[in-house]
């Protein structure tokens, strides 16, 4: 099946931890994205990237880091900066920029 | 920087009746397009529109595209409790990535 997977869908942080979210897709796209979701909210976009091994920051990027080594995956990792890291975390990807986004199932992060 | 801005943020409907949600821009874009995301889901792609005046219709919704570009709805006809959820409208202003609208909200209310 093609698609977008992230995992895991629920997790939990102590405070002062780091933790890696995953996103992998298989649908040989070149773009992927990052988006933070509080409740009832709209998508804020933390980072993105349009290819392998370059990255760009989103409007919420302070207290995330990504990386994109293969262009399968791009994971989010949520740092002690982050001050308020719950929320609901969705990664996409497109064949361009400009391109329909499809979405992961997302990943709900608790911080305890 | 580019903005589109997307109202009302929530609206609430008796089953039946109709809603519409509304994006507008400040400047000419490329194409937009809109997506649902029901509750607890994430958001799935719905349609693109490109051309200016362009209306399409899927089922109950219809879509549409400014005359200017720079605005475009979301119309559902006699809702149904399987509409509820929160739809996006996503900006392309050519230059860059998409730009995603605040969302409007549906709920039914039986």
């Known amino acids: 099946d093609g698609g977008i997977t992230q995992s895991p869908k629920y997790l939990f942080r102590k405070e002062g931890q780091n933790v890696t979210l995953s996103c992998e897709q298989n649908l040989n796209h070149d773009a992927m994205y990052w988006y933070r979701q509080d409740p009832g909210q709209g998508l804020r976009l933390i980072y993105y990237?349009?290819?392998?091994?370059?990255?760009q920051k989103g409007d919420i990027a302070e207290g995330y880091s990504v990386s994109r080594e293969k262009k399968e995956s791009f994971p989010l990792t949520v740092t002690s900066a982050q001050k308020n890291p719950t929320a609901f975390y969705l990664c996409?990807?497109?064949?361009?920029?400009?391109?329909?986004?499809?979405f992961g199932p997302g990943t709900r992060l608790l911080v305890l | 920087g580019q903005q589109v801005m997307q109202i009302p943020q929530y609206q609430h409907v008796q089953e039946g009746e109709d809603f519409t949600t509304y994006c507008n821009s400040s400047?000419?874009?490329?194409?937009i397009q809109w997506y649902k995301q029901r509750p607890g889901g994430h958001p799935v792609f719905l349609i693109q529109l490109v051309k200016s005046g362009e209306v399409k219709k899927q089922k109950r919704l219809t879509f549409q595209f400014g005359e200017a570009k720079k605005n475009s709805s979301l119309h559902i006809t006699a809702t149904q409790t399987t509409d509820v959820g929160t739809y996006f409208c996503a900006g392309d202003f050519g230059n860059e990535k998409l730009t995603f609208g605040t969302g409007t909200r549906l709920t039914i209310i039986p």
């Open positions: 400047t000419t874009l490329s194409n």
């Open positions: 996409a990807s497109s064949f361009g920029l400009q391109e329909t986004q499809y």
């Open positions: 990237s349009q290819i392998v091994n370059d990255f």
